[in-house]
């Protein structure tokens, strides 16, 4: 069966959210959903496929099309209980990354026409018009601008094999290397790993922060963790938890020692522990660092406009000054 839209996945999760929070059970709220006809049914097909054939509740979301760290999310909900406020969460943050997409095509889409338009008249330039001026003599082929016309395509397509390069790198990187070392690798990149750490430590703390609420020790959290699919980086990460615990490790030792977390949570959860609070200063926590990722993230995308536009314009320049400057010097002008 085909995959229904995000859209469509976001419409039913947003519903289902509604009619959770207002009392109804899953069942119910199914049904309800159904009966309204407002979400098409291949969702409804999709979602409960696998729940006939006994599959679990988070293993039923997945085969609808979320992704995995949203499978994970219901997985710990299903743990402590708060089904309905983790999914408030997942639309909350579908939401979010779909504002963040619309920022990052606002700042991209009119470099990159510019850029596309660029290409296209240097490829007359190259093609057309400087032939035809150093066959008149108006330029000779061994001047510098001329050389750079000629070769800035070849430097151009190399640029965009380096990119694809690079993409197709880190989906071979995510099918040979593990959650964790994909995890430790990404929180090291320059400027991305930044605004890594930050939403991984706000889903972290998010997570551990409701299993604390429910009264539940580091070690009952790890066994929790130690539950879910081993495709995840919690899974990976409660592998080695369980480990330390027998080496005496606290669990605030054990936060310290993973880059892709912020350093201070592991003085908030010293702090928390000692305090009693830390189910609570947790789920705040998690909140400021989202607040801080959606603010950085949005402080990025508008100077991503600007410093394309400066490319764009060096570029263009560039054009000039190599085409342009020494056909007027030979024609008798002075530049300067």
């Not at 609570?280 to 400021?288: A, F, G, P, T």
Request: proline share 3%; aromatic share 12%; charged share 15%.
């Amino acid at each position: 069966m085909k995959q229904p839209k995000q859209s469509q996945i976001k419409r039913f999760l947003f519903s289902l959210t509604l009619l959770l929070e207002n009392g109804f059970e899953l069942k119910e709220s199914i049904q309800i959903m159904q009966r309204s006809q407002q979400i098409s049914n291949a969702i409804f097909i999709q979602f409960t496929k696998g729940l006939s054939k006994g599959a679990s509740i988070a293993e039923a979301f997945r085969q609808l099309g979320c992704s995995e760290k949203e499978v994970t999310q219901i997985e710990f909900a299903l743990m402590h209980g708060n089904l309905a406020s983790t999914l408030r969460t997942v639309v909350n943050q579908r939401t979010q990354r779909e504002k963040q997409l619309v920022l990052f095509r606002k700042a991209s889409v009119y470099p990159t026409f510019l850029l596309i338009i660029i290409c296209f008249v240097l490829l007359v330039l190259r093609q057309y018009l400087l032939p035809q001026l150093l066959a008149a003599g108006l330029l000779e082929s061994g001047y510098w601008g001329v050389r750079f016309i000629l070769q800035l395509p070849i430097y151009l397509g190399i640029s965009t094999l380096i990119i694809g390069m690079i993409v197709l790198g880190l989906r071979y990187s995510k099918r040979v290397h593990s959650p964790l070392q994909q995890a430790v690798w990404f929180s090291k990149l320059p400027i991305f790993g930044t605004f890594y750490r930050l939403y991984q430590t706000s889903y972290f703390t998010l997570e551990w922060g409701n299993l604390y609420k429910q009264g539940l020790e580091s070690k009952q959290i790890v066994a929790c963790m130690l539950r879910l699919s081993n495709r995840t980086l919690m899974y990976e990460i409660a592998k080695q938890m369980e480990q330390r615990f027998t080496k005496g490790e606290s669990f605030a030792q054990m936060i310290d020692q993973y880059p892709f977390l912020a350093p201070e949570l592991a003085v908030i959860i010293y702090q928390g522990e000692q305090a009693g609070r830390l189910g609570d200063e947790l789920l705040l926590y998690s909140r400021l660092s989202l607040q801080n990722f959606s603010e950085r993230l949005e402080r990025f995308f508008h100077w991503l406009q600007p410093i394309l536009f400066l490319l764009v314009a060096a570029l263009v320049i560039s054009i000039y000054a190599a085409m342009f400057i020494p056909l007027y010097q030979n024609m008798g002008g002075d530049f300067l």
